[in-house]
C-alpha cells in the first residue's frame, strides 16, 4: 500500500489538484483528470508509457503525446515530481513532498522511502564548493523482496 503524505484521502488529493489547475487556469479535460487520478492512486512511479496503457481502454483516441503533454502540464503546476533515474524513461510522483526513493537493481520497482530532509547536506555543499543549491536528490539501490524471492527459487 503506498504511504500518502499526512493521510490525506486520494479523494481529497484529487479536489486540491482540480482547485490548483483551475487556479492556474489549467483546463481539467477528461484525459487530464485521468492521468491526474491515476497518478494519485499509483504506487509504482509509473512511466509515461505505463500511463497510457492504463488508460488507453477508457480513452481510445488518446496518444501517448496527450500523456506526455499532460504531465507537463501537472509537473509545471507543482503536482507531479518527474523522476529522472537515468534509463531512457522518467517515472513520475505525485508526492511531492520531500521525500527519498529506494530503487530495486533487477526489476525497477521504485519505493518512497522517507527519511528527514538532509538540509545539512546542502548546507555544507554550498560552503565547500560556493554552489548556490537549489536541490538534492538521494537514491537507495537493492533488490527488492520479490527479485530476492526470485533468486533464492533459483538456486
Given at each position: 500500500m503506498k504511504e500518502r503524505w499526512l493521510a490525506v484521502s486520494e479523494e481529497q488529493q484529487l479536489q486540491h489538484a482540480i482547485e490548483t489547475l483551475k487556479q492556474s487556469g489549467v483546463r481539467i479535460t477528461p484525459q487530464r483528470h485521468a492521468v491526474l487520478e491515476y497518478l494519485l492512486k499509483s504506487a509504482i512511479h509509473p512511466t509515461a508509457d505505463e500511463i497510457y496503457k492504463a488508460l488507453e481502454g477508457k480513452f481510445p483516441n488518446m496518444s501517448v503525446a496527450t500523456v506526455y503533454n499532460n504531465l507537463r502540464v501537472l509537473r509545471k503546476t507543482g503536482l507531479v515530481r518527474e523522476l529522472p533515474y537515468g534509463d531512457s524513461s522518467s517515472r513520475f510522483d505525485s508526492n511531492t513532498t520531500e521525500h527519498y526513493h529506494i530503487i530495486c537493481d533487477e526489476c525497477g520497482k521504485i519505493v518512497d522511502f522517507h527519511y528527514p530532509v538532509l538540509d545539512e547536506v546542502e548546507s555544507l555543499a554550498e560552503q565547500v564548493t560556493g554552489f548556490d543549491?537549489?536541490?538534492h536528490r538521494m537514491e537507495i539501490y537493492g533488490?527488492?523482496?520479490?527479485?530476492q524471492g526470485a533468486v533464492v527459487q533459483k538456486q
Amino acid at each position: 500500500m503506498k504511504e500518502r503524505w499526512l493521510a490525506v484521502s486520494e479523494e481529497q488529493q484529487l479536489q486540491h489538484a482540480i482547485e490548483t489547475l483551475k487556479q492556474s487556469g489549467v483546463r481539467i479535460t477528461p484525459q487530464r483528470h485521468a492521468v491526474l487520478e491515476y497518478l494519485l492512486k499509483s504506487a509504482i512511479h509509473p512511466t509515461a508509457d505505463e500511463i497510457y496503457k492504463a488508460l488507453e481502454g477508457k480513452f481510445p483516441n488518446m496518444s501517448v503525446a496527450t500523456v506526455y503533454n499532460n504531465l507537463r502540464v501537472l509537473r509545471k503546476t507543482g503536482l507531479v515530481r518527474e523522476l529522472p533515474y537515468g534509463d531512457s524513461s522518467s517515472r513520475f510522483d505525485s508526492n511531492t513532498t520531500e521525500h527519498y526513493h529506494i530503487i530495486c537493481d533487477e526489476c525497477g520497482k521504485i519505493v518512497d522511502f522517507h527519511y528527514p530532509v538532509l538540509d545539512e547536506v546542502e548546507s555544507l555543499a554550498e560552503q565547500v564548493t560556493g554552489f548556490d543549491v537549489s536541490h538534492h536528490r538521494m537514491e537507495i539501490y537493492g533488490k527488492c523482496e520479490a527479485c530476492q524471492g526470485a533468486v533464492v527459487q533459483k538456486q
